[in-house]
């Protein structure tokens, strides 16, 4: 029973490039959740979907950031136009939902913007 | 002031010795987890407590709803212990997100 699957683990991006995070969840988990964590900062909640849905996404940027869980395929973060500041690792969780709700982090896919 | 605090930051130890960590936070929560990130960069998830008291082998967390506290202890420490540990909150309010302290970086020397 795999875990939490991100890809790519590292990702090089020049500024103004886009960048596509990919997380696949645990089998049997329909709940994803996305988390960044800034250079010698803590994790930071950035957005939580269900299939199809994004259930709260307070902690995005408004502005360049966009994150989807499509019905069939991984969720994905997009992060267009790259600047220095995106560079950070960017965790993936997932979980079944209630009652339990354990949330499994992915291995984070440290992103470099040049 | 952030909403989970954790101390300390840093801690040092011998292999062997009994290690504390603790974790306070200032507002209702459904559940509180502890996490373990090492220094390639992944994120284990330890426990999930609600209530009382859980043990996985040489690790303990506890957790005190009333006083808003919650603590890891390892004992027998080792030096493959050494990483860093991570409180996070699950608020009421802020439904299923995590809130996360800043973590405690230990190192335990052989």
């Known amino acids: 029973n795999a875990g939490v699957m991100q890809n790519p683990r590292h990702l090089v991006r020049r500024r103004g490039q886009e960048a596509r995070l990919r997380c696949s969840p645990m089998k049997g988990h329909s709940h994803v959740y996305w988390y960044r964590q800034l250079p010698e900062e803590g994790l930071k909640f950035m957005v939580y979907l269900q299939k199809e849905n994004i259930i709260d996404e307070s902690g995005m940027p408004k502005e360049r950031f966009s994150a989807e869980f499509p019905k069939e395929g991984p969720s994905i973060l997009r992060i267009q136009q790259v600047v220095r500041g995106d560079s950070a690792a960017y965790f993936c969780?997932?979980?079944?939902?209630?009652?339990?709700?354990?949330?499994?982090f992915g291995p984070g896919t440290r992103l470099t913007v040049l | 002031k952030n909403e989970v605090e954790q101390s300390p930051q840093n801690l040092t130890a011998q292999e062997g010795e009994f290690i504390t960590i603790n974790c306070s936070y200032s507002v209702g929560i459904s559940a509180l987890h502890w996490l373990q990130q090492h220094p390639g960069g992944g994120i284990v998830s330890l426990f999930m407590?609600?209530?009382g008291k859980k043990k996985h082998g040489r690790l303990i967390a506890t957790i005190n709803i009333q006083e808003k506290h919650s603590s890891l202890h390892i004992t027998a420490s080792h030096p493959r212990d050494s990483a860093v540990y991570i409180c996070?909150?699950?608020?009421?309010?802020?439904?299923?997100?995590?809130?996360f302290g800043q973590g405690t970086r230990l190192t335990i020397n052989p």
């Open positions: 407590l609600s209530s």
């Open positions: 996070a909150v699950r608020s009421f309010q802020g439904a299923q997100k995590l809130v």
């Open positions: 969780a997932s979980s079944a939902g209630v009652p339990h709700n354990e949330q499994f």
